[in-house]
């Protein structure tokens, strides 16, 4: 079965601050695709990254950027220099290479962005 | 704008009553994904159909149904609704046929069961 748990259930910060979005995932596949996206306050959903489990490559686009580590089964992201407009939810998803390709979300982080 | 559509964007019915949400992909899209969002449950895979054919099933209920239309838009029939059901219910798209492909969402569609 899969897991994904998304500790931090909200995380307030002040403008410019860094803040890094926790994602721990459980699964026996051995192919797997892990995901982020962002639910701003106007309810859509938001794709941001998808990564696959045979690149561990870390990712920086902009002011975000992702930690994939398979050793901790982690994939985490960091805003940098946080700005209001970062304020929402965030979501990390896995989806297996296989079978089911049912994906599980986790449970969301919401940020807050303080002016 | 990611350019699904969803329709209607709000709707209150009453328990025991059946409603259909639409779903209207991006132009040249052919899968269509349905996701329900509540609090109880979190963000849930329904079900994905991948030009006019099922493509993978997640945790959707018997009482709801969901097909693809030649012309790629999709419908969302919910049944025997019983307040538990009161979720946003989103639509999402994408070229091809696997989840891992990244995904367009719509704005949803809240249904409120009373």
């Known amino acids: 079965a899969q897991k994904v748990t998304q500790a931090q259930t909200e995380i307030s910060v002040v403008e410019k601050e860094d803040v890094t979005l926790d994602c721990v995932y459980e699964?026996?596949?051995?192919?797997?695709?892990l995901f982020w996206y962002k639910q701003p306050p106007s309810g859509e959903l938001v794709f941001l990254i998808r990564?696959?489990?045979?690149?561990?490559q870390n990712e920086i686009s902009g002011r975000y950027s992702w930690n994939f580590q398979k050793s901790t089964s982690s994939f985490n992201f960091t805003i940098t220099a946080s700005q209001v407009v970062d304020s929402a939810v965030y979501f990390c998803?896995?989806?297996?290479?296989?079978?089911?390709?049912?994906?599980?979300f986790g449970r969301g982080t919401s940020l807050i962005v303080h002016p | 704008d990611s350019g699904v559509t969803q329709t209607p964007k709000h709707l209150i019915t009453a328990t025991g009553q059946r409603v259909t949400l639409r779903c209207s992909p991006r132009?040249?899209?052919?899968?269509v994904y349905w996701y329900q969002q509540s609090l109880d449950q979190g963000l849930q895979f329904l079900i994905q159909?991948?030009?006019?054919?099922?493509?993978a099933k997640g945790n959707i209920l018997e009482r709801f149904s969901a097909q693809q239309f030649p012309d790629l838009h999709s419908e969302l029939n919910l049944s025997s609704l019983e307040l538990g059901d009161s979720a946003l219910y989103f639509c999402?798209?994408?070229?091809?046929?696997?989840?891992?492909?990244?995904?367009?969402f719509g704005q949803g569609t809240r249904l409120t069961v009373v």
């Open positions: 999402a798209s994408s070229v091809a046929g696997q989840l891992n492909t990244e995904a367009f």
């Open positions: 699964t026996r596949d051995t192919t797997y695709y």
């Open positions: 990564r696959n489990s045979f690149d561990e």
């Open positions: 998803a896995l989806r297996p290479g296989g079978g089911s390709y049912i994906p599980t």
């Open positions: 132009s040249g899209d052919l899968s």
């Open positions: 159909y991948y030009n006019g054919e099922e493509r």
